[in-house]
């Protein structure tokens, strides 16, 4: 026996329960949604960055390689009919987009995660939802901030029918109440047909558009999108009577850069992920002291808390 000490020794695939370490919760057959109670939130605590990391599990990673969670995961994956076709039809909280919504997470959407390539709308909204369970809903910052889906506004839909975007704008913002007090709208924008991805944060109380891109350039590069915002919030403001005291103010925030041509879904994520676990609606446009670059153990950092969010909500 002491000569084994340290040694490997593999153990049968049929004796691994890859569910044995998780609560029991009831099993979700394909095509049905997952269903969570709707809370509401109405206090506005503090939630310094430093408590962001223990929203995961504290998994073990080293950048560049799949942490235990990414594993487990695939291997669920990996031995699920997903493989074959499948597909898993999720219901987020109403809260998360201001109305019912669902997304059907496939096979590709996986892969998205453990190959590190761009990221298509399914894993934009799941980590969204993520967010919005984990850091808002847990914080009571529901109030603060708000999510628009990405599905319902983006280039490709504005150059269609840009009154039913703008529309769909108002109706997102009438949603949230009076919006009186500062709070941010976050819209990930996309290019078009899996194009690149930006961030637009919008404070409807003070007239403020923040835009980050981790690419170089501003929002001139999509100025049908500026034109869709503003008139939309224009249209909001009218409707709930309130004053144009000013005109709207758009700032480009000088935010951490990509390196390559895949990592900009990433960045949208990790700018949200940042500005809630600050807790700021202001957003400096020199970006945060906390956060003036990203490695990517920062963005494998999100891959396993999307990943093990993924395994509790049991959506496999």
Same mark, same amino acid.
């Given at each position: 026996?002491?000569? &084994?000490?340290?040694?490997?020794?593999?153990?049968?695939?049929?004796?691994?329960?890859? !569910?044995?370490?998780?609560?029991?919760?009831?099993?979700?057959? =394909? %095509?049905?949604? #997952?269903? *969570?109670? #709707?809370?509401?939130?109405?206090?506005?605590?503090?939630?310094?960055?430093?408590?962001?990391?223990? &929203? /995961?599990?504290?998994?073990?990673?080293?950048?560049?390689?799949?942490?235990?969670?990414?594993?487990?995961?695939?291997?669920? =994956?990996?031995?699920?009919?997903?493989?074959?076709?499948?597909?898993?039809?999720?219901?987020?909280?109403?809260?998360?987009?201001? +109305?019912?919504?669902?997304?059907?997470?496939?096979?590709?959407?996986?892969?998205?995660?453990?190959?590190?390539?761009?990221?298509?709308? +399914?894993?934009?909204?799941?980590?969204?939802?993520?967010?919005?369970?984990?850091?808002?809903?847990?914080?009571?910052?529901?109030?603060?901030?708000?999510?628009?889906?990405?599905? *319902? #506004?983006?280039?490709?839909?504005?150059?269609?029918?840009?009154?039913?975007?703008?529309?769909?704008?108002?109706?997102?913002?009438?949603?949230? %109440?009076?919006?009186?007090?500062?709070?941010?709208?976050?819209?990930?924008?996309?290019?078009?047909?899996?194009?690149?991805?930006?961030? @637009?944060?919008?404070?409807?109380?003070?007239?403020?558009? $923040?835009?980050?891109?981790?690419?170089?350039?501003?929002?001139?590069?999509?100025?049908?999108?500026?034109?869709? @915002?503003?008139?939309?919030?224009?249209?909001?403001?009218?409707?709930?009577?309130? *004053?144009?005291?000013?005109?709207?103010?758009?700032?480009?925030?000088?935010?951490?850069?990509?390196?390559?041509? =895949?990592?900009?879904?990433?960045?949208?994520?990790?700018?949200?992920?940042?500005?809630? /676990?600050?807790?700021? #609606?202001?957003?400096?446009?020199?970006?945060?002291?906390? $956060?003036?670059?990203?490695?990517? +153990?920062?963005?494998?950092?999100?891959?396993?808390?999307?990943?093990?969010?993924? =395994? !509790?909500?049991?959506?496999?």
């Amino acid at each position: 026996m002491r000569d &084994a000490v340290g040694s490997f020794v593999g153990w049968p695939s049929d004796l691994i329960f890859p !569910d044995a370490e998780t609560p029991t919760r009831p099993t979700h057959k =394909v %095509g049905k949604g #997952i269903s *969570r109670r #709707i809370e509401s939130v109405a206090s506005q605590k503090e939630v310094p960055g430093r408590k962001l990391k223990s &929203a /995961a599990k504290d998994i073990p990673t080293t950048s560049g390689t799949k942490s235990q969670i990414m594993m487990r995961l695939e291997k669920m =994956v990996d031995e699920s009919d997903i493989m074959h076709g499948a597909i898993r039809t999720i219901d987020f909280d109403e809260g998360v987009f201001g +109305a019912a919504h669902f997304e059907i997470i496939r096979k590709e959407d996986f892969q998205q995660l453990f190959e590190h390539t761009e990221l298509g709308i +399914a894993v934009i909204h799941t980590y969204i939802w993520y967010m919005y369970v984990t850091l808002m809903r847990e914080n009571e910052l529901c109030n603060r901030f708000n999510f628009i889906a990405a599905s *319902r #506004i983006n280039a490709t839909l504005i150059m269609k029918n840009p009154t039913s975007v703008k529309n769909d704008l108002v109706d997102r913002f009438m949603a949230a %109440g009076d919006n009186t007090t500062p709070s941010l709208y976050f819209l990930p924008f996309n290019s078009g047909n899996g194009g690149h991805w930006v961030l @637009v944060a919008m404070d409807l109380s003070r007239l403020i558009v $923040y835009y980050l891109d981790s690419l170089s350039g501003d929002w001139s590069k999509y100025p049908n999108m500026k034109k869709t @915002v503003d008139a939309a919030i224009i249209k909001f403001r009218t409707k709930k009577n309130y *004053r144009n005291r000013k005109d709207i103010t758009w700032i480009r925030v000088q935010c951490p850069q990509q390196n390559n041509s =895949v990592d900009c879904g990433f960045f949208v994520l990790r700018f949200m992920r940042d500005i809630i /676990a600050l807790n700021r #609606i202001d957003i400096p446009k020199m970006y945060f002291e906390e $956060y003036k670059s990203y490695s990517r +153990a920062n963005l494998d950092e999100m891959k396993d808390e999307l990943c093990q969010f993924i =395994v !509790d909500q049991r959506i496999i």
